[in-house]
């Protein structure tokens, strides 16, 4: 599931999208991620390369689907050249009928794509119910149907509480200029007067808060009905055992032979979080448009595989072998959840991955969780059948560009073991469809910075292997070992050491330092 972070002072719900716009971005940290202290100094690693020449990457975007006309990516969408677009025919004989720039496999033959879909909780609590219908489940089934049985109902009970958190803030909303213009004497007021303003009763402080989050643009009636919007489509698709998104599809999701699905729509119905995903690794350099990418030379290849919902578990291993035989060195995957029924087999495609030497490279998860003791699927090590764990495989946490105090992301999921590197993720600006720009944020921000990082090592190193890559970037971050940072989901502070295996923020220009070391010793 996509999670992307909304925040505002007074409720915070971590699955809205943020509806910042470039009005209401600083321009001097629109691109914080590639130059600034805690950022992961992109800009001065290329300046350590500007007299050599690089080779294009393919990487792979397993995600909502990209928005390939988008003007800051013209000439960074992969196109399949064995392929004769709209011809109707397989002429590369991959299986994938006119598949130019990649495959949606949320679609239909008829050109029809799915999008909302259920979680994986909500979808193994509607089949084991049919089955306790009618025969007894096994033991291990029977715990598992109480699990998801009761976590579905807590969330359909914290949703519905703010849906009615939101309708008991409308009026207040549109109460609010009234109200601070009788405390402070002022009809025309500025967010500096409500600054100085030093309300003494708890109501008026809240009052306060309001008014700066709605001239700050944070909160409207508009972005309110929006939000009560999203959380009511969470409530009718996500978890709602009766709701089946995927019918339209057409195919068995649990029947991994059954292959022939999908078309060729790259972008689908709702490609924001994978058009800001692909921009990440690829979007046009020094053009002044949005933020710039972190790769320079680089293609991207659009595998629409994530709804709105839970990505199902096929899709994504048949993404995973697209990707590796189709040419991607790099495959981002900006998803995850807490349950995968069929992991054997998304195992044995990032096997297939590995051993062809594909880094595969994914997002922590959003919940400010120990990875190492909370399931967030897919995964480097799969512990009930896995013996080694990949060579070509990430995990990414997020971070912040305040590295005094606050540097992992408040939401960002964290792991001794489970976390390899964490990668800016907070407040990120780039592309989004229709030739758009917004912040969004989330580990699914910090992956693609890692998948762009080894990319633009890859296209000029290209004699290095993506193993080799890989260990370059997490043996070249910038260490805060040892320093003290607020750990995600408490108020405490901890050593970031603890929250990632190399306690470490990946640092290209380092990153740089060592290849060109290598480079010469291989010599």
């Avoid at 080799?468 to 050491?497: C, W």
């Amino acid at each position: 599931m996509n999670k992307i972070i909304f925040k505002f002072s007074l409720v915070t719900f971590s699955f809205i999208i943020s509806n910042l716009t470039y009005s209401q971005v600083d321009k001097k940290v629109v691109n914080w991620y590639n130059a600034c202290g805690a950022g992961m100094q992109t800009e001065k690693a290329y300046k350590k390369l500007k007299k050599r020449e690089s080779e294009t990457v393919i990487v792979a975007i397993i995600d909502s689907g990209i928005d390939i006309e988008h003007e800051d990516l013209k000439g960074k969408i992969w196109v399949n050249k064995d392929e004769i677009p709209d011809n109707g025919i397989d002429d590369d004989k991959n299986g994938y009928v006119d598949d130019v720039h990649g495959w949606n496999f949320l679609g239909n033959k008829s050109g029809e794509n799915a999008n909302d879909m259920r979680l994986e909780k909500t979808r193994i609590l509607a089949r084991l119910s049919e089955e306790r219908k009618n025969n007894d489940l096994s033991p291990n089934d029977e715990k598992l149907y109480n699990k998801v049985k009761e976590e579905v109902a807590s969330d359909r009970a914290k949703y519905e509480g703010y849906i009615s958190r939101i309708d008991m803030m409308m009026p207040m909303i549109s109460s609010i200029p009234s109200k601070v213009a009788k405390a402070i004497g002022k009809e025309n007021y500025t967010v500096k007067d409500l600054k100085k303003w030093k309300p003494e009763t708890n109501d008026m402080k809240q009052v306060k808060g309001m008014a700066i989050a709605i001239l700050s643009g944070d909160l409207s009636e508009e972005t309110m009905n929006g939000q009560k919007e999203y959380i009511q489509t969470m409530l009718d698709t996500h978890l709602n055992t009766d709701f089946d998104g995927r019918a339209l599809v057409g195919d068995n999701p649990t029947d991994f032979t059954d292959t022939n699905y999908g078309n060729n729509d790259v972008e689908g119905p709702d490609a924001l979080h994978g058009t800001h995903v692909g921009g990440i690794v690829g979007a046009i350099r020094g053009n002044s448009l949005g933020g710039d990418g972190v790769a320079n030379d680089v293609l991207l290849m659009s595998l629409r595989a994530v709804p709105n919902g839970d990505e199902f578990d096929k899709d994504i291993a048949l993404a995973i072998r697209y990707a590796v035989d189709n040419g991607a060195m790099i495959i981002n995957m900006s998803f995850g959840k807490a349950y995968s029924p069929n992991k054997k087999e998304v195992y044995e495609a990032f096997k297939y991955a590995d051993s062809k030497g594909v880094l595969c490279i994914h997002a922590a998860g959003n919940d400010h969780k120990d990875i190492d003791t909370e399931d967030n699927y897919p995964t480097s090590v799969y512990k009930s059948f896995q013996e080694k764990k990949f060579d070509h495989y990430l995990t990414i946490g997020s971070s912040t560009k305040d590295n005094k105090g606050n540097l992992p992301s408040t939401f960002s999921n964290f792991g001794k073991n489970g976390v390899d590197i964490f990668a800016p993720g907070s407040e990120i600006y780039n592309t989004v469809p229709q030739s758009e720009y917004k912040v969004l944020q989330g580990t699914s921000m910090a992956c693609p910075m890692v998948s762009g990082a080894a990319a633009m090592l890859k296209s000029y190193f290209p004699k290095l292997s993506m193993k080799e890559i890989a260990d370059v970037l997490l043996s070249t971050g910038t260490s805060y070992k040892g320093v003290n940072q607020m750990h995600p989901g408490t108020k405490k502070m901890d050593d970031f050491a603890v929250l990632s295996v190399t306690g470490s923020v990946v640092n290209l220009k380092n990153a740089v330092d060592k290849c060109l070391e290598l480079e010469k010793n291989n010599k």
